[in-house]
T-cell receptor, first 118, second 107 residues
Framework: GAVVSQHPSRVICKSGTSVKIECRSLDFQATTMFWYRQFPKQSLMLMATSNEGSKATYEQGVEKDKFLINHASLTLSTLTVTSAHPEDSSFYIC??????????????FGPGTRLTVL | KNEVEQSPQNLTAQEGEFITINCSYSVGISALHWLQQHPGGGIVSLFMLSSGKKKHGRLIATINIQEKHSSLHITASHPRDSAVYICAVQPPNDMRFGAGTRLTVKP
């Protein structure tokens, strides 16, 4: 199956700093990338959907100025948590969807990034 | 009622037992995913199904589109299988997640 990587896998930062998380599709062109967040003992929740070259579509309740998403290429999307606060501590997961000879709308999940804000 | 229901919520088994986790959903989907999440949070995508059955090692996943039901089976379970198993269904432009099943396999 397709491989999606995330970097870093873990990050600890001080309150007020910004953190960038990368999501890469390693062997296919990801026309759409999804960003999810998971709080402890809860299900994954969709934050935003980004199509390559377009602005991301954010779910209700997700602040677009706080969670900046850039999907500038078909293999890379980044999520930047700006001015992070302890309540932003969470597990962030991306998934990618593309065509590249595969069925349309197949999604492949990254392994996730655990963010801890002190 | 949640659109994706998993059962059981928690499952404890002895090493070697056959495990079944069920997932029922109420929306039309183009695919169903089974994900494995370990205590550190890392996600592993186990299966993506749109019909029938898939097998990978000791893991088997089945889906019945008409009944809107999927099962994940683990044969000869092992303590390293201990994790949370999440069912996720994919309407064409969305993803809905079950609450997860926490599996503990005791040696």
């Amino acid at each position: 199956g397709a491989v999606v990587s995330q970097h870093p896998s873990r990050v600890i930062c001080k309150s007020g700093t910004s953190v960038k998380i990368e999501c890469r599709s390693l062997d296919f062109q990801a026309t759409t990338m999804f960003w999810y967040r998971q709080f402890p003992k809860q299900s994954l929740m969709l934050m935003a959907t980004s199509n390559e070259g377009s602005k991301a579509t954010y779910e209700q309740g997700v602040e677009k100025d706080k969670f900046l998403i850039n999907h500038a290429s078909l293999t890379l999307s980044t999520l930047t948590v700006t001015s992070a606060h302890p309540e932003d501590s969470s597990f962030y997961i991306c998934s990618a969807s593309g065509t590249s000879g595969r069925r349309i709308h197949e999604q492949f999940f990254g392994p996730g990034t655990r963010l801890t804000v002190l | 009622k949640n659109e994706v229901e998993q059962s059981p919520q928690n499952l404890t088994a002895q090493e070697g037992e056959f495990i079944t986790i069920n997932c029922s959903y109420s929306v039309g989907i183009s695919a169903l995913h089974w994900l494995q999440q370990h205590p550190g949070g890392g996600i592993v995508s186990l299966f993506m199904l749109s019909s029938g059955k898939k097998k990978h090692g000791r893991l088997i996943a089945t889906i019945n589109i008409q009944e809107k039901h999927s099962s994940l089976h683990i044969t000869a379970s092992h303590p390293r299988d201990s994790a949370v198993y999440i069912c996720a269904v994919q309407p064409p432009n969305d993803m809905r997640f079950g609450a997860g099943t926490r599996l503990t396999v005791k040696p």
